[in-house]
């Protein structure tokens, strides 16, 4: 059984509170930001969970994101239903959040529609002013097993 995950290819600041951010993720294995470890999504697997670090986060009432992943760099094709207001917890490091979305592993097949085959976008709006994506994984893998 193949098994993987896909990484964001920027490390977005000053994310909106207001509005969703989109991020790319993908096989990103050198640059900044990047995971050695990354490995292209294939067109049909089943995903299982998305995991999310905010470094240099700022301040907000409460720590939360909301979040969902589309197939497009429009945001008009879902991968995912929206995961809103997920409780984040502080990393470490003060100004560190993080959580991990569960999505149900379940299967799915990339659409004629996908902006490109591998990767799929991220749609990100944290409730801290100020916060940067400095990890997001989404894991994958390609069989139930």
Not at 91 to 116: E, I, K, M, Y
Request: aromatic share 6%; charged share 10%.
């Amino acid at each position: 059984m193949a098994q993987g995950f896909i990484t964001n290819t920027t490390a977005p600041t000053s994310l909106s509170t207001s509005a969703f951010t989109a991020v790319l993720l993908a096989e990103q294995t050198s640059g900044s930001p990047s995971d050695a470890n990354s490995k292209a999504m294939p067109s049909g697997c089943s995903i299982s969970h998305l995991d999310l670090v905010f470094t240099s986060a700022g301040s907000g009432t409460e720590d939360t994101v909301t979040c969902y992943l589309t197939w497009d760099s429009t945001g008009n094709d879902p991968l995912t239903a929206t995961a809103t207001a997920v409780e984040l917890t502080t990393g470490g490091t003060s100004t560190v959040r993080h959580t991990t979305v569960a999505l149900g592993d379940f299967f799915c097949r990339a659409p004629a529609t996908q902006t490109t085959a591998g990767k799929v976008y991220l749609w990100v709006k944290p409730s801290m002013s100020s916060s940067t994506l400095g990890q997001a994984r989404l894991n994958w893998h390609d069989s139930q097993g």
